[in-house]
């Protein structure tokens, strides 16, 4: 099966995996997946993560965060850049996600970093993903 956007696959692996509760997922790594979790882990939406060799595939390993009540850190999780329509903003009009409560992944030309982090540098991209 070949996946055409395989950053929206691992997105999505990642929402199911926290709406079914699981402790972990695998999904298959790139320098991009990796700079995303990256993401997500310096702004704690996952417990951790780790490369994994599995069956001569290298894989992300990513563990799931959850709170005292058992309900996932991530609440929502959307693609908003795809294959057919890329979205680009510069640092001025970068999207707030839910009144700054959320982060938007920007890949600008320093590398993959969150919007804040692109408007503090003013840099501008593309818009990966936001998540909440």
Not at 20 to 31: C, F, G, I, L, Q
Not at 73 to 92: A, E, N, W
Request: hydrophobic letters at 35%; charged letters at 25%; one cysteine or more.
């Amino acid at each position: 099966m070949s996946v055409s956007d395989p950053i929206a696959d691992m997105l999505t692996k990642v929402r199911n995996a926290a709406m079914a509760r699981h402790e972990k997922v695998d999904v298959p790594t790139s320098k991009l997946k990796l700079e995303i979790v990256k993401i997500l882990k310096t702004e704690g939406y996952i417990k951790n993560f780790k490369k994994v060799s599995q069956d001569n595939a290298n894989v992300i390993r990513i563990f799931l965060k959850y709170d005292e009540e058992n309900t996932p850190v991530i609440h929502g999780i959307q693609k908003i850049s795809t294959p057919g329509r890329r979205v680009y903003s510069g640092y001025k009009d970068l999207p707030r996600v839910y009144n700054g409560y959320g982060t938007v992944i920007v890949s600008t030309s320093i590398g993959v970093t969150t919007g804040k982090k692109a408007a503090e540098k003013m840099v501008g991209g593309e818009l990966i993903c936001t998540v909440w």
